[in-house]
């Protein structure tokens, strides 16, 4: 089982702040994704990130991967309103099943 | 371009009366999966087909039920849905066992009066 938590649950900032939450997880990785939730609404994939790799960007998001740590970060810089969301991650361990996360919760505050 | 589609959005049936939501893809991708999610939980997965190929999750209960006709379409059936099934069900696809991005619907919300 690929079953990990992330932290903090629950994560509330002003705008123009930087977000950071975390994944951790207890076995060994393939790749871990990073997804974001909005309130009612389906996943959407953010960022892959392999186990080979340490840091990768896309826009405003930064994600860090430390294999030695069982652990991986998403940042967003300068966050917005816009970016209250739920925000998973799902660590895929050599099967196509990745398993989620219970997600950190985000309210960026206008 | 909508690229997984569920419908409806929003299901509201009684306790006990069966109940299909369904999911069609544009992508031609070879796996789909349904999941189940609560509120403020992780996704659940029930089941995942890879082509017509499918497999269960083992606490997935008998009430679920999938079908795939097509590539294209697969349908969640609950047969006698109680009040612990209210809930978001997600339908994702995924090009492949090699691939590694899944591509989420926009859910369907369950109620269960």
């Known amino acids: 089982s690929q079953q990990g938590e992330e932290d903090p649950q629950a994560l509330s900032i002003q705008e123009g702040e930087n977000a950071t939450m975390n994944c951790s997880y207890k076995?060994?990785?393939?790749?871990l994704q990073w997804y974001r939730q909005n309130s009612g609404r389906g996943l959407v994939h953010l960022i892959l990130?392999?186990?080979?790799?340490r840091e990768k960007h896309s826009g405003r998001l930064r994600v860090t991967l430390d294999t030695s740590k069982k652990s991986s970060s998403l940042l967003i810089t300068a966050s917005r309103a816009a970016d209250t969301a739920s925000y998973f991650c799902?660590?895929?361990?050599?099967?196509?099943?990745?398993?989620f996360g219970r997600g950190t919760s985000l309210i960026v505050h206008p | 371009d909508a690229m997984v589609i569920q419908n409806p959005r929003y299901q509201v049936t009684q306790f006990g009366k069966p109940v299909t939501l369904s999911c069609s893809q544009t992508?031609?991708?070879?796996?789909m999966y349904w999941y189940q999610q609560k509120s403020s939980q992780a996704p659940k997965l029930l089941f995942h087909?890879?082509?017509?190929?499918?497999?269960n999750e083992a606490d997935t209960p008998d009430n679920f039920q999938s079908r795939r006709p097509n590539t294209s379409f697969c349908f969640l059936d609950i047969r006698s849905p109680g009040l612990g099934d209210a809930a978001m069900y997600l339908c994702?696809?995924?090009?492949?066992?090699?691939?590694?991005?899944?591509?989420f619907g926009p859910g369907t919300r369950l109620t269960v009066l």
């Open positions: 994702a696809t995924r090009r492949d066992t090699i691939s590694d991005t899944q591509y």
């Open positions: 076995t060994s990785i393939n790749n």
């Open positions: 990130i392999r186990s080979n790799e």
């Open positions: 799902a660590r895929s361990g050599g099967s196509y099943i990745p398993t």
């Open positions: 992508l031609n991708h070879n796996v």
């Open positions: 087909y890879y082509d017509k190929d499918f497999n």
